[in-house]
């Protein structure tokens, strides 16, 4: 192409086109494709060249990775490079790519081609590139196939003169054996011998490569401990010290006698270094190797307390540096070194001011870094101020940062069973702030739990922490003036995750109301028509909607709120019952009147009924179970006809009741070791329903010994469970007896109330359909059994089967019906399954059973993040690479994984073998002696092949039949001899050529009469008496029918 664009003119078109910057990138695409097609590599280089820049934009380009590889043969070096370039970024995901297996042989030649020396100069740097780039290649598309068969070249090009093919090959052995983790072991020993390396380059590749494969497993790597401990003397390459550095700092967990040793050259090293970054190194492995420099008899080598000191005056001045980099990363360095002196910053004032001043900075992760460090530095002293200041944070920040200072401010506090915490009141305040910030949604249940655990723990906070729960669940309404504007917005807002906890420290400890809001300034009403503080809690309890009375409350919420009314009417109740019997009650004591008493069970009766609808089984359950435990003690299911002293006085007889099922006595906190202790035990054994009994105080339940319609005064169930049944209608009867006609006697069966306001008398059992089969069995004189009682109950099912094991009666009658029966006896007894052909015949069918199920393609799972490649058109080739997904971390993390398992303490076994690239070679089979058929057979070809020989012999040679005109006698010299012509009589043969007679006749020449070959005629008798045979049979046949 002579007006082909360049990768200028592409990137000059794509600055000009801002509006159709798409339009224009989509017909680039376009003329990249016939641009590939050319045969010309320049023409394909210059297209992959643009391919590659618009890759970089976001454009997949995996489509023209065959184009790439084309390139990549390419004997030019410059082309060869825009191919290697083009395969690293377009085989994005090499382990689905088919083309990957096209640069097996060439990257392997390229590798080979490396020791290959030129005759004619006597060097062999001209193929030391190439194999530069063959190997910077595999670094990048490596797979596990890949890495099988280029491992050898790869271990081969270590012993390479060139130090740039050693450094560069020994930094691709690491992305082999992420692919290929087996070669770790076979490649170990020759990685080790690179340490000792004459060029420094190539030991700080050796270095490298040990260092990142010590990370994910340090064990396999102490036995070279001293080669490096060598190197971290003797070596003043800053940046091999680093990796140096690293390494022998991950050695030191599984090598403790290592961190003694290593003190003293990291000590020297701090102070003798300028750079930053080996500075940074060196602090932070004497910290990793402060936990284990503990003698064997408990005491601490003498130089300790000077190396301490040294780590933190380097720190401090990371931390006050103006650069961030090093503000962060003395941060981290302290992180380090408090896990083992944790009271190293009360010794040094002058940290703990700059870390405080790191809350502040600009950059959140220094104020996450500092934040982590704060721990620390709390005391019992000043805890309080150091919460304070964080909560003047919490309101100023936002984001993940405020989710972690509130994670932080209550880790400090419950820290160690609450060690640093002297005033629990003040910290259930911190915990009410802290379940008003909007925000942090995912902190609500871990606010929640430290709630409740400090209400169960610290008896003396649990009246203060009734009184706040009282204040968050009150909160929730609209207000004395009834519209919800009164209040403000922030004050009504509450995680949704601490209203459980609120209503459960109200219900538990109901009885601390009083003394709970016996003080001044405490909001007690919900609405202008509370009347008093259990009316407004139950009000709040039972409320199915937020203050705005529109959200409603989560399920689990609803639960706990309706059991939790419960136990504050209970309260209600006892407390009534006090005011009662306490005449001369102070005024000052919180009282429950009766008129409030009365308002709760009518809040109680109207809400309950509505929690009863709910879809959520647990809310129904309570809802219901609650409301029926009011209609059994009396309350009536509208109290807008009943007094306040009646319904008053039936809440005095029911409080003991109510007290003894709800709140017995308040619930105690369990230390961990005896909650271990009864896991550890396993579940309870069983035991009986007397042994349950035993410690039921049955006189509570005064309600339960008046006789019903279902049980007596003592409790036992009238008549027989056999006799209810959900299918029939029971009649009327004015004696209320159910007569027994097989027996001829009368049994007396009290007459029952069925739950509800139907009522009827017990009578006569009538069936749901047809009494036929009832009355048949009773007319012979027999008592009907249970199971002839339920014959027609749809909701019965019988577990006995029949002696036919049939359901259905057979059609048949007689011997032949017996017969069916007998033979479908295993098959009948669940039922017949029958299946509508649905209007297809029965040819139909069976024509499609014979037909073959063709195989449904099997769809591979889809990687999360990962999509999978469609057609290679042209509307596909926009598309950003970053929807098409690329590798996740998840493979990576698996890549480590399997790193991490070889192990290279065990030495090779026999099936550790170098893999070898070679051709299969078909092994030569045994000579087979043949048998005497196979002879036979031989000697017959052998006969027709002599007899054929014979018979060309005999035939006349060609000269004398072949010539047409006579002149091979005449060149011979032979005299001419006059023709004879024939007669005229004679007919023409029927083999003679027309075409031979043309030129006789035009010559004057007579040709000598043609003869067949004796084989031609020999062949025409064997068919003609074949032929004959054939109409003899068929002639004999014929005449013997």
């Not at 009522?759 to 012979?780: D, I, K, L, Y």
């Not at 009907?784 to 259905?808: E, I």
């Not at 991490?900 to 026999?910: I, K, N, W, Y």
């Not at 690239?917 to 043949?930: A, C, K, T």
Request: proline share 7%; with cysteine.
């Amino acid at each position: 192409m002579v007006f082909e664009k360049t990768l200028n003119d592409l990137v000059s078109g794509i600055r000009s086109h801002k509006r159709d910057t798409a339009l224009f990138i989509s017909q680039s695409i376009a003329e990249i494709k016939n641009e590939l097609q050319s045969p010309d590599f320049f023409t394909k280089s210059n297209a992959l060249q643009k391919l590659t820049f618009l890759q970089m934009m976001g454009y997949t380009m995996s489509w023209a990775a065959f184009a790439a590889v084309e390139v990549m043969s390419s004997p030019r070096f410059a082309l060869k490079r825009v191919g290697y370039l083009a395969a690293c970024q377009g085989l994005d995901q090499p382990e689905n790519s088919p083309v990957v297996l096209l640069t097996t042989n060439l990257l392997q030649k390229e590798l080979r081609g490396a020791n290959v020396v030129n005759t004619t100069t006597g060097k062999g740097g001209e193929n030391i590139y190439h194999a530069g780039l063959a190997i910077n290649c595999l670094s990048n598309i490596a797979t596990e196939d890949l890495g099988q068969a280029l491992l050898p070249e790869l271990l081969h090009m270590l012993n390479h003169p060139s130090p740039y093919i050693r450094k560069k090959a020994l930094l691709c052995l690491y992305k082999v054996f992420l692919k290929y983790p087996q070669g770790l072991r076979l490649s170990y020993d020759k990685i080790k011998l690179c340490l000792e390396d004459p060029h420094p380059s190539v030991v700080s590749c050796a270095v490298n490569v040990i260092t990142e494969l010590a990370e994910k497993n340090p064990k396999n790597y102490l036995p070279l401990a001293p080669a490096f401990f060598k190197l971290l003397t003797s070596s003043a390459n800053n940046w091999m010290l680093i990796k140096v550095v690293k390494l022998l700092g991950s050695l030191v967990p599984e090598e403790p006698r290592l961190a003694r040793k290593l003190l003293e050259p990291l000590s020297g090293m701090v102070k003798s270094t300028h750079a930053k970054s080996l500075l940074y190194e060196s602090v932070h492995a004497i910290t990793l190797c402060l936990p284990y420099v503990k003698k064997a008899d408990g005491s601490q080598p003498a130089n300790i307390p000077n190396v301490v000191e040294l780590c933190v005056e380097t720190l401090r001045s990371f931390v006050s540096d103006s650069d961030q980099n090093l503000k962060y990363l003395g941060l981290v360095g302290f992180g380090s070194l408090l896990l083992s002196q944790p009271r190293v910053l009360h010794s040094h004032p002058e940290c703990r001011g700059l870390i405080l001043t790191c809350l502040s900075d600009e950059d959140v992760t220094i104020r996450t870094r500092a934040l982590g460090l704060l721990k620390f530095m709390a005391t019992k002293r000043n805890l309080v101020d150091l919460i304070s200041q964080l909560l003047s944070h919490v309101e100023a920040a936002s984001g993940e940062y405020r989710c972690q200072l509130v994670e932080e401010i209550i880790r400090m506090c419950s820290s160690n069973k609450y060690e640093l915490v002297m005033d629990f009141s003040w910290y259930v305040d911190v915990l009410v702030i802290l379940a008003g910030v909007r925000g942090i949604d995912n902190q609500g249940e871990m606010i929640a739990k430290q709630w409740m655990d400090v209400a169960w723990r610290v008896l003396p906070v649990r009246c203060y922490a009734v009184r706040r729960s009282l204040e968050i669940l009150i909160c929730r309404g609209p207000g004395v003036g009834g519209n919800i504007d009164d209040a403000k917005e922030g004050d009504r807002h509450f995680l949704p995750e601490v209203l459980p906890a609120a209503a459960w420290i109200v219900g538990e400890y109901s009885q601390l109301i009083p003394d709970g809001v016996d003080e001044e300034g405490l909001n007690t009403t919900f609405d202008a028509s509370s009347k008093g503080p259990y009316h407004a809690l139950i009000q709040a309890l039972t409320a199915p909607t937020d203050a705005a009375g529109m959200n409603p409350l989560p399920c689990p919420t609803q639960a706990v709120f309706v059991q939790n009314a419960m136990k504050v009417f209970s309260a209600a109740c006892q407390r009534n019952v006090e005011t009662q019997n306490s005449h001369g009650m102070s005024v000052e004591k919180l009282v429950c009147s009766d008129e409030e008493l009365h308002a709760c069970v009518e809040t109680l009766m109207k809400n309950l009924v509505i929690y009863a609808e709910s879809t959520d089984p647990e809310v129904k359950e309570r809802a219901f179970t609650s409301y029926q435990l009011l209609l059994s003690i009396g309350f009536p299911s509208s109290t807008s006809f009943a007094t306040a002293a009646a319904t008053a006085s039936t809440c005095r007889g029911a409080a003991v009741t109510l007290t003894y099922l709800l709140t017995p006595e308040p619930m105690k906190p369990i230390s961990a070791k005896a909650q271990k202790r009864l896991a550890a035990e396993g579940p309870p054994s069983p035991v009986s329903v007397r042994d349950l009994e035993k410690g039921v105080d049955w006189d509570v339940f005064w309600f339960a010994k008046e006789e019903t319609p279902w049980f007596d005064k003592d409790g036992n169930v009238k008549g027989s469970v056999e006799n209810i049944s959900f299918t029939k209608q029971l009649s009327n009867s004015t004696s209320g007896e159910v007569k027994k006609e097989a027996v001829g006697t009368t049994e007396p069966i009290p007459a029952m109330q069925p739950f509800g306001d139907i009522s009827s008398a017990v009578a006569e059992q009538v069936p749901f359909g047809n009494v036929s089969h009832m009355t048949s069995g009773a007319s012979m004189g027999q008592a009907p059994s249970s199971s002839n009682q339920r014959v027609g109950d749809p909701f019965y099912l019988n577990s006995r089967p029949s002696p036919t094991n049939a359901l259905f009666p057979s059609k048949g009658t007689g011997m032949e019906g017996d017969a069916v029966d007998a033979t479908n006896a295993a098959t009948t007894r669940f039922g017949v399954l029958t299946l509508d052909s649905g209007g297809e015949s029965e040819e139909d069918s069976g024509m499609k059973q014979k037909k073959k199920k063709k195989k449904a393609k099997k769809i591979p799972k889809q990687r999360p993040g990962v999509a999978i490649a469609d057609s290679d058109d042209e509307d596909d080739d926009h598309v950003p690479r970053t929807k098409r997904g690329s590798i996740g971390k998840g493979d990576r993390a698996k890549e480590f994984a399997n790193l991490a398992l070889v192990d290279l303490t065990t030495p090779l076994g026999e099936d550790d073998v170098m893999p070898r690239n070679e051709h299969y070679v078909v092994p030569d089979r045994p000579p087979v002696r043949p048998d005497a058929a196979h002879q036979k057979q031989k000697k017959r070809k052998k006969d027709k092949e002599k007899k054929k020989s014979s018979r060309k012999e005999k035939s006349p040679t060609a000269a004398v039949t072949g010539d047409l005109l006579g002149f091979d006698a005449m060149s011979f010299g032979a005299p001419a001899v006059a023709p004879t012509p024939l007669p005229a009589a004679a007919a023409p043969t029927p083999s003679s050529n027309p075409i031979n007679s043309a030129f006789d006749d035009l010559l004057g020449l007579e040709m000598p009469p043609f003869v067949e070959a004796p084989a031609v005629i020999q062949a025409d008798e064997a068919k003609a008496r074949k032929a004959a045979k054939k109409t003899s049979k068929k002639a004999k046949k014929k005449s013997k029918q």
